[in-house]
C-alpha cells in the first residue's frame, strides 16, 4: 500500500484540491447469501483492509491504471499468461470507468446538473484478491464518494440510493453480486439490512438499520493468502429459486430468518445465541449449494475454525471466514496455532464506525 496514500486525510486534500475517499472491506456476518433472494442480512465494515481512490482536477479526464492491477507491460509471454490465470483480465480501471458511466447516468436521468471540469482518478488497495471481501466495490465506493465530493452534489444522492449505484456500475461489468456488500461500505459501521420485497418494489432499496459496533464481541477473520480453490459459488441456485426449488426457497428464507434472530442476540448480547446462528448460516449454505460448489480450501477454513470450538462461516461467498470463539483468548491462541498449521492468515477483527457525515445523515429517509 502506497503510504502517502494511506497516511492523507479523507476528504479534500490540503492545498491541491485533490479528493481522496476510503471504503473498507465487508464482512457478511449473518444472512448471507439471502441478500438477493430478498431477505435479511448483517454485515460491517472492516478497518483491516480498503480500497482508497485520488480524484485530482485536470485539464483531462484520465482514469489511471493501477502499476500492479492494472499490469500491461510484461517479461514474457509465459509471464502474461500466468499473470491472467492468477489474476484473471481485469484491474480496477474498469470499475472507475464504469461508476463515472453510471453517475453520470444517475445525474442526468434525475436532473443533477453537474458543473464542467474534468479530472484524473487513481486507486490503491490493500484487499486480499478473491476473499470474498468486496474488493471490487470497494473501489467503486471510494470513487463514487469523490465524485459526490468533486461536483458537490452529495446532498442531492440519497445514501439508500447510493448502495444501487454502486451495485449497477459492477453489473454493467458482468459482476454478479447483490446490494449487501455495497450497502455496508457506503454506510460504514455495523448495519442490519431488510431487503423485503415489499420494500424493494415500492422504495427499490432496502430497509438499513445501523446498530452499534460496541455490541460486537471479539471477531477475527481467516483468509488464504493465494485462494486456489473457491468453487463456482453460485451454481444454479438462482435458477433453482427461480423455479420455486422447496429446499433453496425453505433454506433462503431460514437464513434470513438467522439475520433477525441475529440483530436480537446482538443487541442482548447473547453470545452463545451469535456463535449457534453463525454455525447454522454456514451449514443452511453448505445444504443448498453442495460441496463441490463451495469449494474444499474454503470448507476447510469454516472446519479449521470448529475444530477448536470456533463458530465460523463465510464473510460472503468464499475466500475468507469470520470465526467467533466464544471461550475468550485461550481459545483464539488454539484457533490461531490450527490456522498456522493449515497455511491460513488469520488477524482480529477491526470496525469501522459509521462512514456517513452530516450531509449524507441529512439525505437518509425519515
Request: with cysteine.
Amino acid at each position: 500500500m502506497d503510504q502517502n496514500m494511506n497516511s492523507t486525510k479523507e476528504g479534500l486534500i490540503s492545498g491541491s484540491g485533490a479528493i481522496q475517499h476510503k471504503a473498507y472491506a465487508r464482512v457478511g456476518l449473518l444472512g448471507n447469501p439471502s441478500d438477493v433472494y430478498f431477505g435479511k442480512t448483517i454485515s460491517f465494515s472492516l478497518a483491516n483492509f480498503w480500497a482508497s481512490v485520488t480524484l485530482e482536477p485536470s485539464p483531462h479526464l484520465i482514469i489511471n491504471p493501477h502499476p500492479i492491477h492494472d499490469l500491461v507491460q510484461f517479461d514474457s509471454l509465459d509471464h502474461l499468461v500466468n499473470r491472467l490465470q492468477s489474476e484473471g483480465y481485469y484491474g480496477g480501471v474498469r470499475l472507475l470507468m464504469s461508476i463515472c458511466k453510471l453517475f453520470h447516468k444517475h445525474c442526468k436521468d434525475n436532473n443533477i446538473n453537474l458543473s464542467p471540469g474534468n479530472f484524473t482518478l487513481s486507486y490503491d488497495t490493500n484487499i486480499p484478491r478473491q476473499a470474498g471481501l468486496s474488493g471490487s466495490s470497494a473501489i467503486v465506493c471510494a470513487a463514487l464518494s469523490c465524485l459526490l465530493d468533486f461536483y458537490k452534489v452529495r446532498h442531492l444522492i440519497k445514501v439508500e440510493v447510493r448502495p444501487n449505484l454502486i451495485l449497477s456500475a459492477e453489473k454493467e461489468l458482468g459482476i454478479v453480486a447483490g446490494l449487501q456488500d455495497r450497502v455496508a461500505q457506503v454506510y460504514g459501521g455495523l448495519v442490519h439490512m431488510d431487503f423485503s420485497k415489499e420494500n424493494m418494489d415500492k422504495l427499490g432499496h432496502g430497509i438499513y438499520t445501523p446498530m452499534d459496533i460496541s455490541l460486537l464481541p471479539p471477531l477475527h477473520l481467516i483468509y488464504a493468502e493465494n485462494p486456489s480453490d473457491s468453487g463456482k459459488v453460485h451454481s444454479t441456485i438462482r435458477q433453482r429459486w427461480l423455479n420455486g426449488d422447496e429446499l433453496v426457497i425453505s433454506s433462503m428464507k431460514e437464513v434470513a430468518d438467522i439475520a433477525a434472530e441475529g440483530k436480537s442476540a446482538i443487541l442482548q448480547k447473547n453470545y452463545q445465541k451469535l456463535a449457534e446462528l453463525m454455525n447454522r448460516n454456514f451449514d443452511l449454505r453448505r445444504r443448498m449449494f453442495g460441496d463441490e460448489c463451495l469449494g474444499a480450501l474454503n470448507i476447510e477454513m469454516v472446519e479449521v475454525a470448529r475444530r477448536v470450538g470456533a463458530a465460523s462461516k463465510f464473510t460472503g461467498s468464499g475466500g475468507a471466514v469470520v470465526a467467533f470463539c466464544p471461550e475468550g483468548p485461550p481459545q483464539v491462541k488454539r484457533l490461531e496455532d490450527e490456522c498456522r498449521k493449515a497455511g491460513f492468515s488469520i488477524q482480529a477483527i477491526q470496525v469501522v464506525p459509521s462512514r456517513l457525515n452530516d450531509v449524507d445523515l441529512k439525505t437518509l429517509s425519515k
